[in-house]
T-cell receptor, first 115, second 113 residues
Framework: KNQVEQSPQSLIILEGKNCTLQCNYTVSPFSNLRWYKQDTGRGPVSLTIMTFSENTKSNGRYTATLDADTKQSSLHITASQLSDSASYICVVSATNSNSGYALNFGKGTSLLVTP | DAGVIQSPRHEVTEMGQEVTLRCKPISGHDYLFWYRQTMMRGLELLIY????????DSGMPEDRFSAKMPNASFSTLKIQPSEPRDSAVYFCASSGTSGLEQFFGPGTRLTVL
């Protein structure tokens, strides 16, 4: 069964500190992996998208890594800001012969950055 | 560009009533997705369209749910009859040719009493 597990479920860090969020998946056949940021009361916003051949991708202070062999991804946030407080969702796509691709969602990590 | 537009933003209805959620995708996008988000289940894909054609509706929970895309600039998600367990935030998203990067609308918060 295709699954996406994120950890930790929630995290509190001090402003200015770094943090790393984890995403483990069992999705097959793998197509791509995306990290989304969702602010409270808003729709998710794409941070990074990685395909099988990509190991790392950055978007400002956000850096995502992908290890397709171990089926693990991480999202590293550098020098956190109060505005980073949000839910971070990992989504893994599987190639689906019937419909192009199928999306598998993690439950998200809730991050709170405190002053 | 105004981004993905959804209406209404909030909907409160009584069990058994018909509910229609609306979405206007970003102009020029080929893909349109409908999602549902709850605390218990997280984000779930309900259905997606490519060039106005439904491609995968395997996420639609049951026959009470239906979605249409009559043209490239408009889609609806209908629930008839609605039930309390349908209470959730419903998101619409659109994407360009690759279908990879999706842009989400602000969502419709549905409460069924």
């Amino acid at each position: 069964k295709n699954q996406v597990e994120q950890s930790p479920q929630s995290l509190i860090i001090l402003e200015g500190k770094n943090c790393t969020l984890q995403c483990n998946y069992t999705v097959s056949p793998f197509s791509n992996l995306r990290w989304y940021k969702q602010d409270t009361g808003r729709g998710p916003v794409s941070l990074t998208i990685m395909t099988f051949s990509e190991n790392t991708k950055s978007n400002g202070r956000y850096t995502a890594t992908l290890d397709a062999d171990t089926k693990q991804s991480s999202l590293h946030i550098t020098a956190s800001q109060l505005s980073d407080s949000a839910s971070y969702i990992c989504v893994v796509s599987a190639t689906n012969s019937n419909s192009g691709y199928a999306l598998n969602f993690g439950k998200g990590t809730s991050l709170l950055v405190t002053p | 560009d105004a981004g993905v537009i959804q209406s209404p933003r909030h909907e409160v209805t009584e069990m058994g009533q018909e509910v229609t959620l609306r979405c206007k995708p970003i102009s020029g996008h080929d893909y349109l997705f409908w999602y549902r988000q709850t605390m218990m289940r997280g984000l779930e894909l309900l259905i997606y369209f490519n060039n106005n054609v439904p491609i995968d509706d395997s996420g639609m929970p049951e026959d009470r749910f239906s979605a249409k895309m009559p043209n490239a600039s408009f889609s609806t998600l209908k629930i008839q009859p609605s039930e309390p367990r349908d209470s959730a935030v419903y998101f619409c998203a659109s994407s360009g040719t690759s279908g990879l990067e999706q842009f989400f609308g602000p969502g419709t918060r549905l409460t069924v009493l």
